[in-house]
């Protein structure tokens, strides 16, 4: 496969469930992002991975908690969410250098929280 | 507050004619400003980026103009196509920090 890939494409889960997101990179990168993207508003980005460590942290909620085992591969572990957090997940790379890091995003994980 | 702000927030154009899409931003210490297109079903995926220092770039169909004493940059698309109709993202970025704007979801016709 090429580019970015996420799993699982849709997903509808609980208030009380946990459940992860998975994201993979074949570009070579070596910076990841999470993003959360609702109707009509900007995308949000929610956390950065650099060289596999945490860079930002948006002020997001910690029933969100990402986890960045190696350079290629980024996972967001989902628990006790609310409905307002049903949304668009996009995960993005790019290489990390100091002029314009283009980002790839992956086609996106649909969550839906019931 | 938003850091970046587009419009309009939908446009509908006949085909062959002209697309244009404007933002507007505050903060100056961004040093790119991409715009990205997406389709539905898809992520983003940059479409043309342009550097403050420079006033216009064109790649194809698809141009860019910055007004740096404004705080706007606009997108042009010449000769639209059906094809072309997908929601667009106006971005500020530096390094790993990407603000994005709302974006103007665009359909032109047949």
């Known amino acids: 496969e090429t580019g970015v890939t996420q799993t699982p494409r849709h997903l509808v889960m609980g208030m009380t469930n946990k459940k992860s997101l998975k994201c993979e990179q074949h570009?070579?990168?070596?910076?990841m992002y999470w993003y959360k993207q609702s109707a009509k508003k900007p995308l949000e980005l929610m956390f950065v991975y650099s060289l596999e460590e945490r860079v930002e942290n948006n002020s997001v909620p910690s029933r969100f908690s990402p986890e960045c085992p190696n350079s290629s591969h980024l996972f967001l572990h989902l628990h006790t969410l609310q409905p307002e957090d049903s949304a668009l997940y996009l995960c993005a790379s790019s290489v990390s250098s100091g002029g314009f890091n283009e980002q790839f995003f992956g086609p996106g994980t649909r969550l839906t929280v019931l | 507050q938003q850091q970046v702000k587009q419009s309009p927030q939908s446009l509908i154009v006949q085909k062959g004619g002209i697309s244009i899409i404007n933002c507007a931003y505050e903060?100056?210490?961004?040093?790119?400003f991409p715009w990205y297109q997406q389709f539905p079903g898809k992520g983003p995926a940059l479409l043309i980026a342009?550097?403050?220092?420079?006033s216009e770039k064109k790649e194809g169909r698809f141009t860019i103009s910055f007004n740096k004493s404004a705080k706007q940059f606009s997108l042009h698309i010449m000769d639209s196509q059906p094809g072309d109709s997908a929601t667009y993202f106006c971005?500020?970025?530096?390094?790993?920090?990407?603000?994005f704007g709302p974006g103007t979801r665009l359909s032109v016709l047949p």
């Open positions: 971005a500020l970025a530096h390094g790993q920090n990407f603000v």
């Open positions: 903060n100056t210490a961004f040093d790119y």
């Open positions: 342009i550097r403050p220092d420079v």
């Open positions: 570009l070579g990168h070596n910076a």
